[in-house]
Nanobody, 126 residues
């Protein structure tokens, strides 16, 4: 059974950076597309980014393009999200999730994903 555990969240000032990690265990992530989602208080969960199993294809929500970078290290069975130029509106719980469907243009659709981590809190505030 694949398990995903996020880490790296915390409190950061506006304009700062954080790197989130998502460590997988139980199965290899090599063949899974993996995504990052986030949920702010009182809002629906939204797709942040997704990367294909081989790391070639990746996409981002418009609200993070140019600021966030998704990557993966299959040798370490780990997914990353580098977040730069953070804004207060980036405050949310960030989740990683894997999908057996493979990379798809509809990557931001939650129903595609069948394994989720527990989330890590990111707070951007001065």
């Amino acid at each position: 059974q694949l398990q995903l555990v996020e880490s790296g969240g915390g409190l950061v000032q506006p304009g700062g950076s954080l790197r989130l990690s998502c460590a997988a265990s139980g199965e290899t992530l090599d063949y899974y597309a993996v995504g990052w989602f986030r949920q702010a208080p009182g809002k629906e969960r939204e797709g942040v980014s997704c990367i294909s199993g081989n790391g070639v294809d990746r996409d981002y929500g418009d609200f993070v393009k140019g600021r966030f970078t998704i990557s993966r290290d299959n040798a370490k069975n780990t997914l990353y999200l580098q977040m730069n130029s953070l804004k207060p509106e980036d405050t949310a719980v960030y989740y990683c999730a894997s999908t057996p469907v493979g990379y798809d243009n509809a990557w931001s659709r939650e129903s595609m994903y069948n394994h989720w981590g527990q989330g890590t809190q990111v707070t951007v505030s001065s």
